[in-house]
């Protein structure tokens, strides 16, 4: 796998089920994260960049065939569409949350998003913004939170956390 994304050289791999037909890919990096990825292209399926779980990847052939990397392609800048690794173009969209004054001192202390901004609120609360998408993971995260994080945007996330919100938990993340 490493000689592939060195050379770069297309890859040859069995993907999803283990008799799944053989597909090419150019591979353009790795995501590691909660689920690691692998960043590339499948030119059978088009131009753009795909998401490869690795732990769903049953075999890789590194074949003799170069190729170029997608023009202007940036790891940096494509990992930070999403809020973890998943990347779901649907969901991409502003981020607002909105922290308690309780929790506003910790929650600034933590890096959300390479993108994020605060924002002081004269209520001792917190807001923090980002452009990202994968509400799944980020509803992993705020759910730490208790209730001591709200979802200003987007609607989306703000119903996928709904009714999962604790006023129990004793200490912040």
């Not at 753009?48 to 940096?76: C, W």
């Not at 993971?137 to 979802?151: F, I, P, S, T």
Request: charged share 25%; glycine share 8%.
């Amino acid at each position: 796998m490493i000689e592939a994304l060195r050379g770069p050289f297309r890859l040859r791999v069995i993907y999803g089920s283990v008799d799944a037909e053989p597909r090419v890919i150019e591979p353009h990096g790795l995501l590691l994260g909660h689920r690691s990825y692998l960043v590339a292209r499948q030119p059978a399926r088009g131009e753009a960049i795909l998401n490869f779980r690795m732990d769903r990847l049953h075999s890789a052939e590194v074949l003799d065939e170069s190729f170029a990397f997608v023009s202007g392609f940036a790891l940096n800048d494509y990992a930070a569409q999403s809020f973890g690794v998943y990347q779901d173009p649907a969901q991409y969209g502003e981020v607002i949350w909105r922290f308690a004054p309780e929790a506003a001192g910790r929650a600034a202390e933590f890096r959300f998003h390479p993108t994020q901004v605060l924002e002081s609120q004269e209520d001792g609360g917190l807001i923090v913004r980002f452009r990202a998408a994968g509400w799944l993971e980020m509803a992993w995260h705020l759910y730490q939170w208790g209730d001591k994080v709200d979802v200003i945007a987007p609607a989306g996330l703000k119903a996928l956390i709904e009714g999962h919100r604790r006023p129990d938990f004793d200490a912040l993340p």
